[in-house]
């Protein structure tokens, strides 16, 4: 969960980035996406063509003199089906200073798909895992990080037919089902196993339920979030307002993710929250980690790459560039455009 930049630095066992660098991270042989003679890409799941869930409605800002353009969506990433399928906005956390970065997903028109890494989960080799193929780069609109590894996720992790960290009941859940859709909830109450999972990331317990932070994201006890770094380092004590990310889903199916410089967990509670989530988690934390990315090539079916990538906060150390990098280390989630059966 701590930078790169600091991380000989570390000496808190409970720090999930401790000991290994993105870049320099062993990964086994694993078998990539990317296309070859003998085996076509894999594209996402055909569907029939798609109503989109539509442009979301802008978000009141926590601030009574907001700066300007917060909670205003705006389109990001390569269209799908002629429509945009991810929209970004901004606001400033209530008690905060420091804008955040809301992104909202439309999964009727964007299918999902867990990718595992060499350090997240571990356990490998696997199918889908960091460089993203040709094939997959085809029809990708966005991606971002997942969680913590898996020492102090507090979860588990089920991808690719094996249950690599047992699930946990009660644990927050990213689930993504093989037909590309995607849920959020406490596993066992709100999501649970069946034929149609084809993956389940859990990270520690729920943040936002019944559309409200719960007490857990309120308690004075922060840490139970996560170690942090601190203000310049990762060798003293850490900070409770430190880079986080978060992910929930609202009522309507659309899914919602949210990163910023300095929040504390009520904070990210709240910007999912106002964003319209009715059940949300954390993911990654600390600021090596966290990093959503869109893509918009030159025209609807060209190839998503580095230079045609955006942050949705310009700070965050990752890049677009995170997920074609084949040292890339821990799990992440894509998000790609479906496309019409027949």
Known sequence: MRSRLWLPLCTCLALAACGAGAATAHRPRSVSDAPTASRKPTPPPAVQRPTPLGKPRSLTPFQRRPARGEGAWRPAGRRVFGASAVYETTLTP??????????????????????????????????????????????????????????????????????????????????????????????????????????????????????????????????????????????????????????????????VYAQGPALDPLQLARLLSRAGVVRGMQLDINPDWPIFATYRPSNEHGIATAANGSKLLAGTIQSPATFFDPAWARDFITMSARHPAG
Do not use: H
Request: glycine fraction near 16%; charge should be positive; charged fraction near 10%.
């Open 94 to 255: 209530p008690g905060g200073s420091q804008q955040a970065g809301l992104a909202w997903m439309d999964p009727r028109l964007l299918s999902a798909r867990l990718y595992s890494g060499s350090k997240s989960p571990g356990g490998g080799p696997y199918r889908f895992t960091a460089p993203i193929g040709a094939g997959v780069a085809r029809y990708l609109v966005a991606a971002f990080n997942g969680g913590f590894i898996m020492n102090v996720a507090e979860g588990g992790y089920y991808a690719e037919g094996r249950m690599i960290d047992p699930l946990r009941a009660g644990a927050a859940s990213l689930v993504i089902y093989k037909n590309g859709s995607v849920n959020v909830g406490a596993w066992g109450s709100d999501v649970s196993m069946s034929p149609q999972v084809a993956s389940v990331r859990q990270n520690l317990m729920p943040l936002v339920a019944g559309g409200r932070p719960t007490a857990r994201a309120a308690s004075p006890e922060w840490q139970i979030w996560g170690a942090t770094c601190g203000v310049s380092s990762c060798s003293g004590a850490g900070i409770e307002s430190q880079w986080r990310s978060g992910v929930g889903i609202t009522a309507a199916g659309a899914l």
